[in-house]
């Protein structure tokens, strides 16, 4: 019976309308699917839980086991169900946040409105409390190029944070002007062919998940088995894989890494299958700033028939203007024959204003795969090239003014500023005792190690100092993005990690330290 996406992004089975997204394709075991007029299995999970924790007292989620909130579990997916099993150990948050111990309630809109300098100040008090990141002290979530770019981006935002470029066809012609502008300055970087072609999205997430999308309806008009359709990704890949493919009812094999921290093609190339639709490599990945080697997996992608996306959300805009400044490069873009697509976030090394990124295909065919078309309602004709509708005018023209404003000058000089801070971290970790960098050479991120002390007792010292970064457990280092604007500071960088060392081997850890990507 024909399928539809039901509201929860369940499948319906009853339904005689099938849009072209995901069009024909039967939901696995693992999927949510409900007949029309019956409860979602997620719905009847929650709702479960609620009684049973009410019937336990306050605490009485911390209580409460996965299989006790579902007696179907086994038909949850991966995600619901690891969400359930958190639920199980942890107070509700939309019950209770604390903020400085005041436990919260759910706020009401206000009678009366508030006049802007009252509201102004109330924001620059929440403000107060976060990571102040003009200080140039955070190594992970922004990316400064100093404040005369983060000025124009701001400006160009403004004036353009009211439109919709979803009407970028009819209304405002401009946005789809900058847009194209963008896309074609990404394509230049990353060797584009003629045919090559892309769009913007909202971040790294998104242009992956379309291009998971892109690779699965290709392979489905192709007339190849996509149900529980397999992605082939190192270990070092993005979770945004495992998201796409949760949301689009696939699976994702993760394949351990070589000794040096890369993709192991030969392991990738053993667990390719039938079922195999995508081979992922990274330039570089976030975890150890390394860049696969992606022309062995572009040769593996042509001999496989397999569709290679290059996940350069962190090098996209980085990696061009390193080999500029005479930094050894891994090729990783369109130059090699076997990549299908690449992702590039304009707001991290592009310096862009959040949310923008970049999708780029190989040729318009692979593309018209990502579109969303649909005709069957009382407005007529619907087109979206990507997973929103509504999408505001601010980050394509902060992308278009600031990639302009920079060019590709601007662009190397930031890159220069970069592999100068790197190099003088990496001479400066010499001289502290025990602190060590995971690899001599990365791009942008350094993971730092330690034989004899406690690594995250050093990074919580570091952010006990006011350097705001990320840690990692494989193996168990802190981690830092540097990005231009930590050439002012790198000196003071160093000075304060020779302290936190010290500090780490006095004091050791004050209690338990989870490594989390955000």
Known sequence: MDQATCPHGARRRDDPVEPRFGQGIAPPRDVLWRPRG????????????????????RRGLEAIRADELNPTADLLPLGARSW?????TTEDPCVKTETEGVPRTRKTLPETGADWPTLKEKLLSFKAKDVQWKRRRLGVFIYYAGDDVFEVGKEAYDLYHVENALGSETAFPSLKRMEEEVVDMGLQLLNGPEDACGNMTSGGSESILLAVKACRDRAKAQSRETLGG?????????????????????????????PDHRA??????????????MLVGSAPCYPYGLVDPIEELSDLAIQRNLWLHVDACVGGYLLPFLTRNGVDTPHFDFTLPGVSSISADLHKFGYTPKAASTLFHRTKEQRAYQMF???????????TPTAAGTRSGGPIAGAWAVMHY?????????????????????????DIADVT????????????????????AVWRQMINLGWFSSSMTEPKAMHMMFHPAHLDVVDEYLEDLKKAANLAREKGIQGGVEARYN
């Open 38 to 57: 019956f409860p979602c299995l997620a719905d009847r999970a929650s709702r479960q839980a609620r009684v049973t924790a009410s019937s336990r007292g």
């Open 84 to 88: 359930l099993e958190r639920r199980a």
């Open 230 to 258: 397999e992605l082939i990704v190192p270990r070092s890949a993005h979770p945004a894989f495992d998201k796409a493919a949760l949301y689009l009812g696939l699976t994702v094999k993760r394949i351990s890494l070589q």
């Open 437 to 456: 960098p995971l690899h001599d050479r990365t791009y942008s991120i350094t993971p730092m190690i330690s034989s004899t002390l406690d690594i995250h």
């Open 406 to 430: 920079l060019g590709s000058s601007g662009y190397q000089e930031k890159a220069r500023q970069i592999v100068e801070v790197q190099r003088r971290v990496h001479q400066g970790l010499k």
């Open 264 to 277: 192991d093609v030969q392991a990738m190339a053993d667990a390719i299958t039938h079922k195999t639709l």
């Open 373 to 383: 078309e649909f005709t069957n309602w009382p407005s007529g004709a619907m087109s």
